[in-house]
């Protein structure tokens, strides 16, 4: 084998190395959750983007990592008082992760404050006949978005539940019909599709064939 060929099934090799991502909101109950097979390769950006994806949020706050005690989000000239978090858009997944088992704390939206939990472990090979991030599986709808936290996710169905709560009628207007018992994996997978997608094609233009 050829130094460049060598170099090559490397970053093939690198490229194609998966690992298993549970995401859960904290505090909620019941649980909601969400497993995605997601590639080493990302960086913590795309694995926020991925977070985003299949919890259902729409990326319009500001949001954070933490792992291993040191905070990774976007690039920030101060951070109120405390030095700014490592750029996630520089770091990848494959460089922080542990053996066995790598746990990140997650949050979105430092108004409502939505806490995740990311376990990521089973680092292996990926097939090469699948497209990733994919989804696997998941449990009830994510909250609505600008909703006052769990606390306030759960006031909100408490008041829609009670016809004599005096805020029944406008937030039974403002949920319109939302239901978090029910969980539609449709748009997560065409959404984990089209990140799939954008990493195929940076892949042809990264990984060549030898000649």
């Known amino acids: 084998m050829t130094a460049r060929s060598a170099t090559t099934r490397k970053a093939i090799d690198s490229f194609t190395q998966i690992a298993t991502l549970r995401i859960e909101l904290k505090y909620s109950d019941p649980p909601i959750w969400r497993v995605v097979e997601v590639p080493t390769s990302i960086t ?3 694995l926020h983007d991925i977070v985003q994806s299949a919890m259902g949020w729409f990326d319009c706050h500001l949001w954070e990592m933490v792992i291993n005690g ?3 989000g976007l690039p920030m000239d101060e951070n109120w008082g405390t030095p700014p978090p490592a750029v996630a858009s520089r770091i990848r997944l494959r460089d922080v992760i542990q053996p066995g088992m790598t746990p990140i704390d997650y949050t979105y939206d430092f108004g409502d404050n ?3 939990s990311l376990i990521i472990s089973d680092v292996r090979p990926g097939d090469p006949g699948d497209a990733y991030p994919r989804f696997i599986a998941g449990e009830r709808d994510g909250p609505p978005e600008d909703c006052g936290g769990v ?4 006031e909100m169905l408490e008041a829609r539940a009670d016809p004599t709560h005096p805020d029944h009628a406008e937030i039974s207007e403002w949920l319109d019909g939302y239901d978090p018992d029910e969980f539609d994996d449709f748009p997560i997978k065409v959404a984990l599709g089209r990140i799939a997608a954008r990493r195929n094609a940076a892949a042809k233009r990264i990984i060549k064939p030898d000649h």
Do not use: A, I, M
């Open 70 to 72: 040191q905070t990774y």
């Open 44 to 46: 913590l950006k795309v």
């Open 151 to 154: 606390p306030g996710f759960y």
């Open 114 to 116: 939505w806490e995740h």
